[in-house]
Structures are given as C-alpha cells and as structure tokens.
C-alpha cells in the first residue's frame, strides 16, 4: 500500500543519485529493489474484484518497470525520475 509506495520511490530517487554518481553497485541495488517491490505491487492485484482496475494498474506497473529496466541499462537518471513523478 502506502509504505510500498513510498519505498518504490524512495528506491528509485536514490537509483538515480546513484547512477548521477556513477555508482553502479547502488544503482543495481536500488533499481532492483525498486523492480521487486513493482513486481509484488502486480502480483497483489485481485483480479477478480474489479477487473479493469487490476489490468490497468498491472499495465501502468509494467511500464514503470520497463523504464526502470531501461534506465538502468542507459544509467538515464532523467527516466528515472520521471517514472518517480509517476508512481
């Protein structure tokens, strides 16, 4: 809920410091950790209360994580905060 929430943003600001200071070892840590809390944001949708919401947020959630997934291999901070901007 709220606390995934924040952690997901607080994973992805610090993933973007972290690439802004050519640290990869934070970056991979960060941004990983920010996939993994998306992927178990996903994977608490009840389907089957309220169908169309639980598609779209699992869309809107799988396009955060593409990003990230790309952020981190372009090390692009930008797209990182903006998938913050978003979440």
């Known amino acids: 809920g709220l606390t995934s929430g924040r952690e ?3 994973s992805l600001r610090l ?3 972290a690439i ?6 934070a970056k991979n ?3 990983t950790k920010a996939v993994a809390i ?3 944001l996903e994977a608490g949708l ?8 639980a598609e779209t947020l699992s869309r809107f959630y799988r396009g ?8 981190s291999v372009e090390n692009d901070a930008a797209l990182v905060r903006d998938v913050v901007a978003n979440v």
């Open 38 to 40: 998306l992927f178990a």
């Open 64 to 71: 955060c994580r593409d990003a990230v997934m790309r952020a």
């Open 15 to 17: 993933g973007a410091l």
């Open 29 to 31: 840590a960060r941004l």
């Open 46 to 53: 009840d389907f089957s209360r309220g169908a169309s919401v």
């Open 8 to 10: 997901v943003r607080d």
């Open 20 to 25: 802004e200071a050519n640290n990869h070892a």
